[in-house]
T-cell receptor, first 110, second 111 residues
Framework: QKEVEQNSGPLSVPEGAIASLNCTYS??????FFWYRQYSGKSPELIMS????GDKEDGRFTAQLNKASQYVSLLIRDSQPSDSATYLC??????????FGSGTRLQVQP | GAGVSQSPRYKVAKRGQDVALRCDPI?????LFWYQQALGQGPEFLTY????????KSGLPSDRFFAERPEGSVSTLKIQRTQQEDSAVYLC?????????FGPGTRLTVL
């Protein structure tokens, strides 16, 4: 079992819809959780960090964390074609090094 | 200031050659990380520095991989006797607290 699991997708949503991206992790001691966006051929770009249970909102993005269920999600409201990318979930288990999932590819259809 | 920079952006090496990849972190960032990303996968941790101290090198895949950060700023990742399986994108990230910011990466192709 991988330490950080994501559905590889592609997840296809129409423009204007809500995209929901999910991630589960195996290390119960994990404290810090991050979502990165990666366009094809580019490096990962940090879009959200979350450290405590509940929701954290930043513009069109909402990160949700449930430590009891070992589950992190990212919601993108009013999805735009420019949101089409691979979204990487990353977890810090306390070592400072990030453990990444394989990413979910999101396609927003105009 | 400027973000993380890496050079070269692309490197082609013949099998058996040594390569050196450079990372210039965000000014003032204490922590520096190296990751390796294979096609279609998430980045995988290689090594971590806090200032000039290499605190974790557990992800380095073999003793052919070596990293240094002698003055606590610029870091170099060296790969000796490159093999085809070393072909990947090598990403550097820097951090001051918890959030890590990535450079553009170096795409290494070993022929």
């Amino acid at each position: 079992q991988k330490e950080v699991e994501q559905n590889s997708g592609p997840l296809s949503v129409p423009e204007g819809a809500i995209a929901s991206l999910n991630c589960t992790y195996s290390d119960r001691g994990s404290q810090s959780f991050f979502w990165y966006r990666q366009y094809s051929g580019k490096s990962p770009e940090l879009i959200m960090s979350i450290y405590s249970n509940g929701d954290k909102e930043d513009g069109r993005f909402t990160a949700q964390l449930n430590k009891a269920s070992q589950y992190v999600s990212l919601l993108i409201r009013d999805s735009q074609p420019s949101d089409s990318a691979t979204y990487l979930c990353a977890v810090d288990t306390g070592r400072r090094a990030l453990t990444f999932g394989s990413g979910t590819r999101l396609q927003v259809q105009p | 200031g400027a973000g993380v920079s890496q050079s070269p952006r692309y490197k082609v090496a013949k099998r058996g050659q040594d390569v050196a990849l450079r990372c210039d972190p965000i000014s003032g960032h204490v922590s520096l990380f190296w990751y390796q990303q294979a096609l279609g996968q998430g980045p995988e941790f290689l090594t971590y520095f806090q200032n000039e101290a290499q605190l974790d090198k557990s992800g380095l895949p073999s003793d052919r991989f070596f990293a240094e950060r002698p003055e606590g700023s610029v870091s170099t990742l060296k790969i000796q006797r490159t093999q085809q399986e070393d072909s990947a994108v090598y990403l550097c990230a820097s951090s001051n607290l918890d959030e890590q910011f990535f450079g553009p990466g170096t795409r290494l192709t070993v022929l």
